[in-house]
């Protein structure tokens, strides 16, 4: 991801290798949509996903609004799908006990 949060943000950028913490290998395929500076912010998204905690501590960092998060999320599961990545949803449900 370039530039993450700004409104220069470009998802899911493939590579092909990442040999250090300071490099990264990109695709050479790929055609850039945006316009990006040297030295540009790059996000790697990796695994293990995150899982939130059972407190539901960590909730309001995820809840800042229904609309637009909602339109935000869709569109880039609809990216990651055209990309051909497998999504896998784990959803944790915590029941209180009487």
């Keep these: 991801m ?26 050479p395929t790929y055609l850039f949509l945006k316009d990006h500076s040297v030295g540009a912010t790059i996000n790697q998204i990796g695994t293990p996903a995150h899982e939130p905690d059972d407190s539901g501590d960590d909730y309001a960092a995820f809840n800042v609004g229904t609309e637009e998060p909602r ?12 990309a051909g990545v497998v999504i896998r949803f784990i959803i944790k449900v915590v029941v209180a006990s009487c």
């Design 2 to 27: 370039f530039n993450f949060g700004n409104s220069g943000e470009e998802t899911l950028v493939p590579y092909t290798e990442r040999p250090s913490n300071t490099l990264i290998v990109l695709d």
């Design 71 to 82: 339109i935000i999320a869709q569109n880039l599961v609809l990216k990651i799908k055209a």
